[in-house]
């Protein structure tokens, strides 16, 4: 990480794209995609998918790292080149409980992420709680994550400190996305960008960790980019000259979170203008969901129904019986809600990936469609890109590879962003 500052203050640009997932296929295909480069492959897990409580996905922080060390070590991807994250990592989940206890439940969720092996620390205490005004005062904003950097300090051996780095940052986009259509987003105001910084300084001068500074790497602002559930707002770098010409005034350089569904041109003019850790998460598992909603046809055509999976139907039944990752963010009307269950760019279908009668229905229809010979003209049909690979040789047709494929194709964008280079799928560099 203090490499990618120490060449944008070289002026030699470059990004590093942050992977936000915890979902085994977005693990593997970005392993897999970066094996065969000299990249780094920074994977984050946010406090709300591994908490010391298990999060939505039932994992402690330390169960995270072996889950990706396990499938690091299976795609044989070197761990000295594997850097994990914690995102959001603050009083996010806790929010309706005082502050106080908020609080020592993120001491305690930080500590256990640095115990765990994490070393990218994104400090996020903005978020109010339930005795907090609204919005929190920038001051207690940066006093709160000097406390929680403190018990990172505290907790880190000299060796992880030597590796440790924090994003500071108050202008975040809300964790879990948007829930209302948005029309615009402002960008974040020079002088807001100034405080975040001297507030953060005085803090952790007040909490005597000054020296911890020396391992700030990161702002978090907003450039103005944000998705909603079938919108996205594209930078526009003219609107953010300001932002970025103050940024080279300091030894920091920008994150930048929900960067999903940017085009490819956008994204590399983010990281040119210094916006050079670029955060995505909804945007891979939604390539996921395209392969497999894809395949699930491709099923239907060829796979007699008696033995289908009647994956989408059984996706459906799931959702519908259990709300709670979705009702606050969805249309309560009823067509509407299908329509976004399935399709919406927020994909709040990701926290459903892990439903055993989901994963059972995956199963199915993986081994009836690798029981047989997709053919050609249906691949051509629900999956154009993946059918050229496949024609010429590039790609192996069976479900899994074919979904990985599709995560892959996300992962090029960033790739061409971060290095401006056109680069190949995995299949092509295998």
Same mark, same amino acid.
């Given at each position: 990480? !203090? ?9 030699? #640009? ?38 010391? $409580?298990?999060?939505?996905? #039932?994992? +402690? ?5 072996? $889950?990706?060390?396990?499938? &690091?070590?299976?795609?044989? $991807?070197?761990?000295?080149?594997? *850097? ?20 020592? !439940? ?7 992420? *640095?115990?765990? #092996? ?15 005004? *609204? ?25 992880? !400190? ?11 986009? *809300? ?11 402002? +960008? ?28 700030? /790497? ?8 944000? $998705?909603?559930?079938?919108? +996205? ?22 994150? &930048? ?45 060829? /796979? ?37 269950? #399935? ?44 059918? !050229? ?35 190949? /799928?995995?299949?092509?560099? &295998?």
């Amino acid at each position: 990480m !203090k490499d990618i500052v120490a060449r944008h203050k070289a002026g030699l #640009g470059g990004g590093i794209c942050s992977i936000c997932s915890a979902h085994p296929n977005v693990i593997r295909a970005v392993l897999r995609f970066e094996k065969y480069s000299d990249a780094v492959a920074l994977i984050e897990a946010t406090s709300n998918q591994v908490n010391q $409580f298990g999060g939505y996905t #039932g994992m +402690v922080p330390r169960d995270f790292v072996d $889950f990706v060390h396990q499938i &690091a070590e299976e795609e044989g $991807f070197p761990l000295e080149r594997l *850097v994990l994250g914690g995102d959001h990592l603050g009083p996010n989940c806790w929010q309706k409980e005082s502050a106080e206890q908020a609080m020592l !439940k993120s001491e305690r969720l930080i500590e256990d992420y *640095v115990r765990a #092996g994490f070393s990218k620390i994104h400090l996020d205490a903005s978020m109010s709680c339930a005795d907090d005004p *609204v919005p929190l005062p920038p001051m207690e904003v940066a006093r709160r994550a000097a406390r929680l950097a403190y018990i990172v300090e505290r907790t880190a051996t000299e060796e992880q !400190k030597r590796q440790l780095c924090y994003v500071i940052g108050t202008e975040v986009p *809300v964790p879990g996305g948007e829930k209302e259509a948005i029309e615009s987003v402002h +960008v974040t105001e020079v002088c807001d960008a100034r405080s975040t910084i001297e507030t953060h300084k005085q803090a952790f001068e007040e909490a005597g960790i000054y020296s911890a500074l020396e391992r700030v /790497v990161g702002v978090v602002v907003q450039p103005a980019v944000e $998705f909603d559930h079938s919108n +996205v707002i594209h930078y526009r770098r003219e609107n953010a000259q300001a932002l970025s010409r103050f940024i080279e005034e300091t030894p920091y350089l920008y994150e &930048a979170h929900s960067t999903d569904y940017q085009t490819r041109e956008h994204l590399q003019e983010m990281v040119e203008d210094h916006f050079a850790i670029l955060k995505v998460g909804p945007w891979l598992t939604f390539a996921m969901r395209e392969a497999i909603f894809a395949l699930a046809e491709i099923e239907k055509q060829i /796979v007699d129904p008696a033995k289908q999976s009647h994956l989408k139907e059984v996706i459906n039944q799931v959702l519908l019986d259990n709300r709670q990752y979705w009702q606050d963010y969805y249309s309560q009307t009823y067509s509407h809600a299908l329509v976004q269950l #399935g399709y919406s760019l927020s994909d709040r279908i990701r926290y459903y990936w892990t439903d055993d009668k989901i994963e059972s229905a995956i199963a199915r229809m993986n081994d009836n469609l690798s029981a047989c010979s997709i053919p050609l003209g249906l691949l051509s049909q629900y999956l154009p890109s993946q059918y !050229k690979l496949v024609l010429t040789g590039q790609l192996e047709a069976t479900p899994q590879e074919i979904i990985l494929s599709k995560i892959e194709e996300v992962l090029a964008e960033y790739r061409f962003a971060c290095e401006g280079q056109q680069v190949p /799928v995995l299949s092509e560099s &295998a």
